[in-house]
Every structure is written in C-alpha cells, then in structure tokens.
T-cell receptor, first 115, second 114 residues
C-alpha cells in the first residue's frame, strides 16, 4: 500500500551537533507535511509543518525543507540538546487526500542526543 | 485550553473479549481521528469523523472494530472480539475543521491482548 518512507530509523548524535531526518512521499499533489515528536510513553506533538507553497520553514533550532520535484522533505535540528531525544515522525497526505486531514505517518526516527 | 482526553489509559484483556475506548476532543474541534500505533511504528489512521459523520474508515477492520461519534463531540472505539495483533496504543486526535491543519493528540490507551 501507499506509504511515507522515513530515514534513518535511528540516529545518534553528540550534544551540539545537527540532526537530519528525511522523508519521501508519493503523491505530487500533496500539500501539507507535518513533523511530530513523541517522547517515550507520551503523545505525539506537532513541532513544525510546511505547506507546498514554500520550500523552507524555520522555528528557532528546527527547520523543515521541501523538495517538491524529488517529493521529499527533511527535518533539520541544529545545536541538539539531550531533551531533543525522542521519536520523530513525518507525515503526508495519501494520494488524492490533500485537504482532507488524512495523513500517512512514516515509521519514525529514534533520535538519541548524547551529552 | 484543555487537551484531548482519553480513557482508560491502560487495558489488559484476553483474546476474544471486547473492549471500548473513549475520547473527548478539544472543545470546538469538528474533526476527530482514531489512530492505532503498534510498537515501533507510526500512527495508522483507523477512522476520521467530521462532526458526527464518518469521512474515512477505509483502514478500519469493520468485522471487529466499530466507532461512533453520535453527538459530534465524544467518540468511542470498540473492538469485538479482540485478537492478539490488536495490542497497540490507540490514539485519538482532533483538529479544528479537518484539512491541512494541526492534529492534537490525546495521551492514548495502551491495550494488551493476552
């Protein structure tokens, strides 16, 4: 079935380094790409999102870039801190479902930031 | 603003038993989602409501799962009979209108089927 490919599945960085997570989607008409952070045993929470009319969006240490031609988007975290350690999920609308609210989530990336 | 509420938080049942989960979305949110999150995977949409109508239930195993949102506010998700593979966290989320906007998740119900 249709899915959103997310890589890597695990990522370990030293505190202060940058982390990059990449996702690939299949529907060129998709227009909304959120990123969620889920700490162990907690609920997923939106950290940033991007719409298809922009190529990049930044919020303090977090940025998301979108390449519509290649159909991939990436999460960039700079100056990582131990509290950034969590599982990160990307999501995108499935084919034919833009503007419906329906999302397919990636498999998740477990980020570990070592102090 | 109160967040999305869910109960119970944990449930252990034996296979072939039935179980029900409850969700109260953020006040004023028209759209409500139920997701299943199996350990180590991303959330998978089971059903989406817009007010009290079903928008999408294409991923809901209708032979054993059912859901309702009778008055367009609270929702219940039921499994009957449960199978071992139903062990997962069941997440409820809501959004203001549906569409390309933030979905706010509840704390989830962790189900273990023995």
């Amino acid at each position: 079935g249709e899915n959103v490919e997310q890589h890597p599945s695990t990522l370990s960085v030293q505190e202060g380094d940058s982390a990059v997570i990449k996702c690939t989607y299949s529907d060129s008409a998709s227009n909304y790409f959120p990123w969620y952070k889920q700490e162990l045993g907690k609920r997923p929470q939106l950290i940033i999102d991007i719409r298809s009319n922009v190529g990049e969006k930044k919020d303090q240490r977090i940025a998301v870039t979108l390449n519509k031609t290649a159909k991939h988007f990436s999460l960039h975290i700079t100056e990582t801190q131990p509290e950034d350690s969590a599982v990160y999920f990307c999501a995108a609308p499935p084919k034919g479902s833009s503007n419906t609210g329906k999302l397919i989530f990636g498999q998740g990336t477990t980020l570990q930031v070592k102090p | 603003e109160a967040g999305v509420a869910q109960s119970p938080r944990y449930k252990i049942i034996e296979k072939r038993q039935s179980v029900a989960f409850w969700c109260n979305p953020i006040s004023g949110h028209a759209t409500l989602y139920w997701y299943q999150q199996i350990l180590g995977q991303g959330p998978k949409l089971l059903i989406q409501f817009q007010n009290n109508g079903v928008v999408d239930d294409s991923q809901l195993p209708k032979d054993r799962f059912s859901a309702e949102r009778l008055k367009g506010v609270d929702s219940t998700l039921k499994i009957q009979p449960a199978k071992l593979e139903d062990s997962a966290v069941y997440l409820c989320a809501s959004s203001l209108m549906g569409g390309a906007e933030t979905q706010y998740f509840g704390p989830g119900t962790r189900l273990l089927v023995l």
